[in-house]
């Protein structure tokens, strides 16, 4: 089958270089390795945001708390960000930079639409569900953003968006799935396999993968039927 190809959307993506070093032969020579270093303050300060923000709430959590749980002094929070509200920027940008990373690694040997869209849907629902304080704060604290810093994670945001429409449109379009809106339906799909991060507990009878993998089919099989057609307004055919 063909392989779904994303083209339009694969701009600043740099593909990964592996270099090869050829050693002469001889006695096997053991080097030392340097211990992997401890989390960088700027880490720690991410780390503890994102803890307190899940916990308490972007506007509940103060600096001084931030500061504290890093073990840190508030005033060095400022050396690395400008505000309480970078910080959250900070954390969403970076959320939504791994969770679009994340999809296009799922898609990359998906074969047809059908696989693609099943790899879409699990690797979304994987994500939000490892990733779970991250997107709750990306979900839920979108109010706490300077309107430029809303504009450019809205704008990330619809980038993903369309490449679910990308995959929805092709399946309508080659048969394999029923008709419907498109634009209505991804943005039914995504809320859908996006709750999970308001939900999920780690420690909860099911794993990562069965969870995902229900909501793959749940999902494939409503766009193969049409039992997910998006409802049509009162005045539209």
């Not at 396999?193 to 308001?198: D, I």
Request: hydrophobic share 40%; proline share 3%.
């Amino acid at each position: 089958m063909e392989r779904i190809s994303l083209q339009p959307c694969q701009s600043g993506i740099s593909a990964s270089l592996a270099v090869r070093v050829a050693l002469p032969a001889g006695p096997m020579v053991f080097f030392m390795t340097q211990k992997p270093d401890k989390p960088s303050t700027k880490d720690a300060i991410i780390a503890t945001a994102v803890d307190l923000f899940h916990r308490k709430g972007y506007y509940a959590a103060s600096m001084s708390d931030i500061a504290r749980g890093s073990g840190i002094h508030k005033a060095g929070i400022y050396y690395y960000f400008s505000g309480k509200e970078t910080l959250l920027y900070g954390i969403m940008k970076r959320t939504m930079d791994d969770l679009l990373a994340h999809l296009k690694k799922s898609l990359a040997d998906a074969e047809g639409v059908e696989s693609s869209m099943r790899a879409a849907v699990r690797g979304h629902v994987e994500f939000h569900l490892r990733r779970q304080k991250e997107n709750f704060i990306a979900n839920s604290e979108l109010r706490g953003l300077s309107p430029a810093h809303y504009k450019a994670v809205v704008k990330q945001r619809d980038d993903y968006e369309r490449i679910f429409q990308f995959l929805i449109r092709s399946g309508v379009d080659e048969g394999v799935f029923a008709a419907g809106d498109i634009k209505i339906l991804s943005y039914a799909i995504l809320t859908l396999c996006t709750a999970g991060a308001f939900w999920f507990k780690p420690s909860g009878r099911l794993s990562v993968e069965h969870i995902a993998g229900i909501y793959e089919d749940f999902v494939l099989k409503g766009l193969k039927d049409g039992t997910l057609k998006a409802i049509q307004r009162p005045n539209e055919d």
